[in-house]
């Protein structure tokens, strides 16, 4: 499985930008697929997933309300639209796949298996 994640860019507070992860070498539709961030000097963090089981989303609490992530299994593509970006939302995204995690572990970047090259999205205030 390859994933090539896109759409990153700079942007002022406020404002918004729409990520995609496209997916190929096999079809993701019953995979968990997730965006993960990392700011400099910081650990990876969980963001938004999309359960491979019932199709429910979670995200974390400091982007709920203001992001939405959706798939669209016809282009085997995870999108992460972003609103409302704050200055510290800042940080490289990173898209991500599994088709084993439990709900429990979604959170869990070393859980999954397969991820993209990241997109570098920059808020300035």
């Known amino acids: 499985v390859q994933l090539q994640a896109s759409g990153g860019g700079e942007v002022q507070a406020g404002g918004s930008l729409r990520l995609s992860c496209a997916a190929s070498?096999?079809?993701?539709?019953?995979?968990?697929r997730a965006w993960f961030r990392q700011a400099p000097g910081q650990e990876r963090e969980f963001v938004a997933a999309y359960f491979r089981s019932g199709g429910n989303t979670y995200y974390a609490d400091s982007v709920k309300g203001r992001f939405a992530i959706s798939v669209d299994n016809a282009k085997n593509t995870v999108y992460l639209e972003m609103n409302s970006l704050k200055a510290e939302d800042t940080a490289v995204y990173y898209c991500a796949a599994d088709n084993s995690l439990i709900l429990s572990s979604i959170g869990n970047y070393q859980q999954y298996d397969y991820w993209g090259q990241g997109t570098q999205v920059t808020v300035s205030s």
């Open positions: 070498g096999r079809t993701l539709s019953r995979y968990t």
